[in-house]
Every structure is written in C-alpha cells, then in structure tokens.
C-alpha cells in the first residue's frame, strides 16, 4: 500500500494507493491542498479513483466536491450522509475496490451520525471517531456520546491491537498511533463504564471550531465558503500596488477611473483623491448608468482588498475586459500615509 500522509494545521488528510494498479483514494481532502494533492498523486504515478469524507467536517472544508468534478471520480460518504453530491453511498460492513486494495466500512456514529471508519490492510483510518490521546467530540450537530460509546467500546477497539490508526487529526505531532496503544494509554479510554464516559464526554466544554458554521453549510451542500469565492475572484482578475495606484494619482491620470465600492460613510471618511463611489451592493444595478463605457480602465477598491476583488471579477464577468483591483486596501492605503479627500467629490 502507497501512504501518502497530508497536514493542513491540526488536520490530516490520506493519499492511499495501490502498488499493483496504480489506483488511489483520498480520504478527508480540505480545499487548499487540491493541488498539493494532485503533484503528490501525479508524482507517484496514482490515478485518483475515489474522493472519501468519513463524516460531515465541522472543523475544515472539505475538497471532495470540487476534486470530482475536476477529476469526474466519484464522492463516497456514509449512506446517511446529508451531503446532496455524494455518488457512492456506503453502508456498515461493505467494501470498496481499490486495485487490488479493499477497503472496509465500519458505521461508527457519536462524533457525527455519517462518521465512518475505513480498514485498509494493517492500518484504519478512524476520522474523528478515535484520535491520538482523544476521541471526536460530540456537541457538534448530529454528535451522541452514547453513540461514540458503543462505535468505540463495541466495535473499533475490539480490532486487531496491531491495527495502525491514522485519525483525521495529529497530536503534539504525532502523526499515527495503534489500536493496542490507545487502549492502553488514551486518557479518554480509560472511561470503560459507560455512563462515566458520556458524562465525561458531556462535559468537556470545548470551544466552537472557528469555521463550524461556514463549514457545516458547505460541507453539507456542496456550496462555496467565502475563502473559496474570493480565491476564484482574484484568478481572474489582475491587481495595482498601491505605490502605483499612488503615482498615477499624483499625475492625475485621466485614464483610470477609480472606483471605490464601500459604503457612502466609509468613502466620505476618506478615499483616494478622484475616486468615485459606486457601493457594492448596488453595484450591478447601477453599473450601466456609473459606468457606460466599458472599454474604460477602471481600478476597484475597498477597505481591505476583499470585497474590491469580488467586485472587480464581477465587473470583468459584466463585460469590462480592463478592471483591476488594489492589492490591499484603504485601511492599507491610510497606513502608507497616502493622500487622502474626504466628503465627496465634486
């Protein structure tokens, strides 16, 4: 078996392929590594064949969606995923081919209801459900400490002791452990009796991971996140520095319309000298009015060179082949202590 081991932060994601076919499967994919993942697979020689979440991430986001529809390979998740773009839904004690690989199911419900385990020859990839030192949490939507309980003590830590465990999370470093291991000297296992661990379990009183909302939505839909959105809005759109945004203000330069897509009180405050207003929420409903010509070379900005890009992109999609948007931002702009007008402009 090809084990191919990816950190983003706290989270671990798996390339596992197989000797024989070439054939590979990743497990738990977060966003900004799709292309990480497709040098690694291309530099083993792997065709990636399946795409596997082994729960619903409260805690990342999850890249199965966008890889398959680059790679036209399938999602597979549990079958009571909620996730509307899963192709394979899989159920407790069936397999997947993987060349000549098998990979086995187990359902092991309480971290989420749709967490899953996968065996792979000597090793198991447990997701959230068994950690190094831990276990998942339960106070996340469709989160049971009973269940946990049972996935644990009934089921996954009656494997083969040897088994390697490769969790969706890495530990003070470490990167793997063992079913032997855990049971042995895992603080959280150490709760044999039931109702001590779902009241341990209970009241662990962790904070909130700082995406779960965004994360849960798009998880579970297959929409966008915001970070995506702006990632996608700045490759199709070209930017100004500052300093050269600063130098054709200085030389009044009647070529490039400056425009500024904040709020009215945030542009009377302060702008760049020339620059004309035009909201962004108003943006699309006014542009033919605000800006006639699209030939024009306009340059988009806002407070933090965010919602600027989006608007620049937007305006491109619109028909005005010239946008650029500033790198950066007003709230940049003030600190390089570039000129400044306030109220309107005449």
């Known amino acids: 078996m090809i084990l191919e081991q990816i950190p983003t932060g706290g989270c671990q994601s798996y390339l596992v392929g197989c000797n024989d076919t070439s054939t590979a499967a990743l497990i738990d994919p977060e966003i900004s590594q799709i292309d990480h993942y497709l040098a690694l697979a291309a530099r083993d020689g792997l065709r990636i064949r399946y795409l596997i979440d082994t729960h619903t991430h409260a805690d990342h986001f999850s890249a199965t969606r966008q890889l398959a529809l680059k790679l036209a390979v399938p999602v597979l998740m ?3 995923s909620a996730a509307p773009f899963v192709d394979m839904r899989i159920g407790d004690g069936e397999m997947v081919m993987l060349g000549r690989l098998r990979l086995q199911v187990m359902h092991t419900p309480g971290h989420t209801s749709d967490s899953m385990c996968l065996q792979i020859e000597d090793s198991v990839f447990t997701g959230d459900t ?112 500052l300093a050269e945004l600063k130098a054709r203000v200085e030389t ?12 009215r ?72 202590a570039y000129p400044l007008n306030s109220g309107t402009e005449p």
Not at 254 to 261: G, N, P, Q
Not at 296 to 304: A, G, H, W
């Open 78 to 80: 549990y079958r009571t």
């Open 130 to 241: 068994l950690l190094i030192g831990g276990t998942g949490r339960t106070d996340l939507p469709s989160g049971d400490p009973e269940a946990l309980y049972d996935s644990l003590f009934k089921r996954l830590l009656k494997l083969d002791p040897s088994l390697k465990v490769f969790p969706a999370h890495d530990y003070k470093g470490r990167q793997s452990s063992s079913i032997g291991e855990e049971i042995a000297s895992n603080p959280r296992l150490q709760k044999r009796d039931r109702a001590a661990f779902v009241d341990m379990m209970r009241e662990l009183n962790l904070s909130m991971p700082r995406h779960v909302t965004e994360a849960l939505r798009t998880n579970m839909s297959g929409g966008k996140s915001v970070a995506q959105l702006l990632a996608e809005a700045a490759a199709r759109v070209p930017f100004m520095s």
């Open 252 to 263: 009044a330069d009647a070529d490039l319309i400056v425009l500024d897509v904040r709020e």
């Open 265 to 336: 009180e945030a542009y009377e405050s302060g702008h760049v000298p020339g620059a004309r207003l035009l909201p962004r929420g108003q943006l699309e409903l006014r542009v033919n009015q605000e800006l006639p010509d699209p030939t024009r070379r306009i340059l988009t900005c806002c407070e933090l060179g965010q919602v600027s890009t989006l608007a620049a992109a937007t305006l491109r999609e619109m028909g005005f082949p010239h946008v650029v948007a500033l790198d950066g931002g007003m709230k940049a702009w003030r600190v390089a």
